[in-house]
């Protein structure tokens, strides 16, 4: 069983909609959680991070966490062209080790 | 933001050459930098995790005496590839932790170096 798993899409969304990216892992140790945009033939770019369940925003994106279900999603409002990318989850693996384990990623295309 | 540099960005090299690649953090300090590599419409692959002062630590599989990392100082960290090979030619990605605290870290990325082994 993979540690991190995502859909590798690709989701396409109309502009102007909320794309809905989803995120499980295995480890219920984890405490800290992220996601990364990665554009073709770049490196990650951190958008968003998260530590406590629940909702955290900030503009247009917002990461949902919930340690019980084992489930981080990232929802982003008002969907740009320049939003297509791959989205990358990552945790950290095991409690108290400084690693972190990322999915394959969620190829979003977001159509104008 | 945190910036996190990395030199060079695109190296092209002779089979049996050692390259060596530079991550540095510029505007914090970084407890823990990691090694990544990344294959061709494949996942982030960490290679190894380095702290400063003391030897990096390997994931299973990357062979230690051929990726060399060194960890100077809190904010710099290099690789070498030691006689490079075709089949080391990929997307070499560092990042640098802020934090050693699970709960309250965050990591940034480096630019990335692309490799080409001829």
């Known amino acids: 069983q993979k540690e991190v798993e995502q859909n590798s899409g690709p989701l396409s969304v109309p502009e102007g909609a909320i794309a809905s990216l989803n995120c499980t892992y295995s480890d219920r140790g984890s405490q800290s959680f992220f996601w990364y945009r990665q554009y073709s033939g770049k490196s990650p770019e951190l958008i968003m991070f998260?530590?406590?369940?629940g909702d955290k925003e900030d503009g247009r994106f917002t990461a949902q966490l919930n340690k019980a279900s084992q489930y981080v999603s990232l929802l982003i409002r008002d969907s740009q062209p320049s939003d297509s990318a791959t989205y990358l989850c990552?945790?950290?693996?095991?409690?108290?080790?400084?690693?972190?384990?990322f999915g394959t990623g969620t190829r979003l295309k977001v159509l104008a | 933001g945190a910036v996190v540099s990395q030199h060079p960005s695109r190296v092209i090299c002779k089979s049996g050459t050692s390259v060596k690649i530079e991550c540095r953090s510029l505007?914090?300090?970084?407890?823990?930098m990691f090694w990544y590599r990344q294959f061709p419409k494949k996942s982030l692959m960490l290679m190894a995790t380095?702290?400063?002062?003391?030897?990096?630590?390997?994931e299973q599989g990357v062979e230690k005496d051929k990726f060399l990392i060194n960890h100077a100082s809190l904010t710099l960290s290099t690789l070498t590839v030691t006689s490079a090979h075709p089949e080391d030619s990929s997307f070499y990605i560092c990042s640098a932790g802020t934090s050693g605290r699970p709960g309250t870290d965050t990591q940034y990325f480096g630019p990335g170096t692309r490799l080409t082994v001829l």
């Open positions: 990552a945790v950290n693996w095991r409690s108290g080790t400084y690693k972190y384990i």
């Open positions: 998260i530590y406590s369940n």
């Open positions: 380095s702290n400063e002062g003391s030897k990096a630590t390997y």
């Open positions: 505007d914090f300090q970084a407890t823990t």
